[in-house]
Structures are given as C-alpha cells and as structure tokens.
C-alpha cells in the first residue's frame, strides 16, 4: 500500500520496485488463498485501503455479483471473507503499480524473492537478495510485516516431527488424524481462532485441546449502547499514566457490570485515544502494560466476527474443544507419530498434531528475519526502547543506532508496536501506508482527521 500510494500521488517519475517472499504481493500472509471460511474481524464499512477514501472497500465489494443486491446497511456491517479481500488488495496492486497506463508517472515492478540485507552507500543502498541479485535504491521502506510465531521450549528438536506445525499459516489439513485423534493448538488467539474453525469446516471430529496463559479467546463484536460517561468530561486520558487509568477503567466496567452491559465498550471508548495514551506512558508503564494487561486488552480490542465466535462457543459447549489456562513448559516427540505437551501444573497432552499459534515474539532484537537482523548489526536499524518494535520518527523514518534520522530506510506495520501499539490492522496501515508515500516524496498532504477515522473503526 505503499507503494500504491506512491503511484497515486507522485507528481514526478519514480520507479518501484516491490520486493516480497513467497505471499503474492497484496495478500500478505492474511489475505491468502489458504482457507475460504476465515472471515475478516471488521466490518466491511472500516476497511478500505485508502484513509482519504473511506468507501472505497464497499464500492469495490459493489463490482462484485455476490454483494450487488445486499442491502446498503447489511453490506457495511458484514464480515467479509478474507480471500476477498485479498483479491481487492491484489486488484488494487492491478490497477495502480502493473498496469497504470498514463495514470502516472510512477513505473512499478515487482520481485519475488527474499531481501537478507541493505548495505548503505555514499547515496542510497543496495539491496541484497538470497538469490545474489542486487538492486540499487534511493530509499528502501521496511514493510516486513507479521512474522511466524516463537519458537516453543523442545521445539527445535521437532522441526522435522509430522505431528508438528511450527507456523499456523502453512497448510496442515493434509495431516489431521482421524476422527479419534487429537489435536493440540498452542496458543488461544486469532490464529488459534482460525485453525479452530478450519477444523469445524472441515467436518473433523477428534477432539482439541487449546493451551494459554489465560485460556482466553477473542470476544465477539457487539452493538454497542450509549455511554457518554466515558471518558468523565475534564480528564485527559492521556496524561493519567497507566495506574490511574487502570483504576479508572475498571470503575466504569464495573457501572458497565452493574447495568447488564457489555465492559468491552470501554475498549471502544478508549479506541480514539489509545496513540495519545501510549504517547504519553512512559517506558515502564508501557513494558508493565505489555506484559501485565496485554493479553486481556487484547481479547476486548482484537474482537472476531459474531459467526465465528458462536463457532468457538458451540465447539467448546459440545466438548469437543477443551481449554486449558496454563504456562506451556516444554515440547517432546512421543515416538515419531505424536508429541507431548507439558503444562507447567504438570500435566502433559499427547497429540496427533500440535500447531503452534502463540504469535511473534515480543522481543524485537528476537526476529528471526535475517534482513532485521543484519540491519540491527549494522546498525541501521534500533529497538526503540521498550525493545517492541524499531525506532522510527513520526514521518516514518528510522531512527539508526546511533540516533540519527536514516538517509535510507522508512518503516511502518507489526514492527512499530512499541511506538504505536496499534499497529497491526488495516485501519491503522492504511494511514501509515500514506504517510510513508509522502514521506518518501516530500509533501504532507494527509488533510484527515484521524481521531474521525479512529473513530469510525471504533463503533
Ligand atoms: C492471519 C491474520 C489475519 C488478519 N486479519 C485481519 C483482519 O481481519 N482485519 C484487519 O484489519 N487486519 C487483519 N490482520 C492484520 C493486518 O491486516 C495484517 O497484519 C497486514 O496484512 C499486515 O500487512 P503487511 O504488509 O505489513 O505485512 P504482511 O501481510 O505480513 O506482508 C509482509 C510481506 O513481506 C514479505 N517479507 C518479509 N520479509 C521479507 C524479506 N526479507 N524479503 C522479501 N519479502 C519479505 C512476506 O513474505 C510478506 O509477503 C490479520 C493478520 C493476520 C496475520
């Protein structure tokens, strides 16, 4: 999106070169071609790819045979299956960087391949691929992405073991064992969420065990009620610091509690103020809320779509999905067709197959992406200070080892979390995506008000 925003507002001739991995370019890891029931967990209404186009998602999904009929209301609030919105995205790549005609005076390509690292020169850089092919650039934006999730204790050992999937976003079906077998899911979020439906979808029958800390899931999405107590008129939010509004946040969900309404709204309240929230944390109280109420913002904030949530609920009421809240402790094969759990309460789960879907690491020096890696050695990139994400200035620049603004490199995406924390959805990408783009071309056109936007994707 980058560099479609690129190709939409450069007034002068660029070239473009794309660069990606095995995903076709647009559909990313989640908007493949993988599984059709996974749906999108917001509503059609706030997805469009453009923050200064609003609209553009639903008129798009209006070309479409499927939606052409759908009731204006009813097509704003769906749900909309991912593979779609792959194919917008792609269609997006289409029309602006393959086949752009006088549209612009931007010429885009795109290679696949995988970049292992950017070697800076008197001008620009060259950017090495695995292959050994080079490319010369004036500036290079790190849009690397979701990475797959952490190595578990033990299971190194079983990279090569059938029963084991190291990354939930690699095809697994192939490998599920008959209906009295068992299947151990680590991990009880969105991507848990995922291979959970695909199991139901699939009409599979054995049992399934998921393990997390909290054994939470994701909430569904809800119509809200009013509640214009929140935030109470006068207090400004963002200069609080996390003790005060932890207190205050739970005083309200408790009124919430009192009045049989949902506590999540406060989430949604909150929404609008969350960048200023985090702008105003200082290191320790964003590294206590990372580590203490992450996972319990998370299932408030990352919410599913209805269908799948009731999904999730009928599989665990039948019994076929049992939940464990519990500190996984280590990984081993019991012989080579099945692999052994252990909680830390010591109990141990054997299964027939064990996905791991517990997410990326927290760490950022942790990545194991070789192209960050070498940057961190270079020096061209730095954790920022909680160690969440890289550094990066407001315009998206990176902020190099040393403190200086790069001459080189712009960054956006799962890799801002720590100056963003929100970081990781479309409503947020696309006004990074932008901002990158006029970054890049020297202008700050961005005539939006994003608390609206934030807005909208909060209701
Ligand atoms: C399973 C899943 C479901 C999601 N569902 C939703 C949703 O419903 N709604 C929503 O708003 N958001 C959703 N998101 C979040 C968000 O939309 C995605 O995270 C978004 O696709 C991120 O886009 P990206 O381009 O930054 O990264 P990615 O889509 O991860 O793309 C990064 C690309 O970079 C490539 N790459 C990485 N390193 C290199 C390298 N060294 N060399 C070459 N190529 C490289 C990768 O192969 C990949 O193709 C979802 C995310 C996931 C993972």
Redesign the pocket.
Known sequence: ?SAVNVARLSAEPLHVTV???????G?????GLRRPE?????AAR??SAFPDEPEHFLEWLRTRSEFESTPEVELRER?IS?QI?GDYLRAIVQHHLQSPGAMTPVSAQTIV????DVEPLDSGGLVH??DGTTLRADRVVL?????APNPLPGAEALTDHRAWVGNP?HAWEDRLPGPDGNVVILGTG??AV?AIITLRTLGWLGSIDAVSRHGWFPHAHFRGIEYPEFPPPGVDLATLGLDALRALVETHCALLHERNANPAIIVDKLRPHTQRIWNGFDRQDRLTFATEHAARWNVFRHRIAPDIAAQITSSQLTGQLRVHAQRIEELTAAGSDRIRVRLADGRTLDADLVINATGPATRFTATR????QNLLRRGLIAPDDTDMGVRVDPDHTVVDAAGERSDLLLA???MLRGTYWET??????RVQARRVAETLLGSSRMDLDEGQLLLEYMI
């Open positions: 999106m660069v990606n991995g095995a995903h076709p370019v559909r990313g890891v989640a908007y996974y749906l999108l967990n917001v706030n997805m749900f991912r919105y391949g995988d970049v292992l691929l695995a849009a690397t992405g979701n990475e976003w969105l991507s995922d992406s070789a192209l960050l956006l995406g799962p990781i959805a479309v409503p947020e990408l």
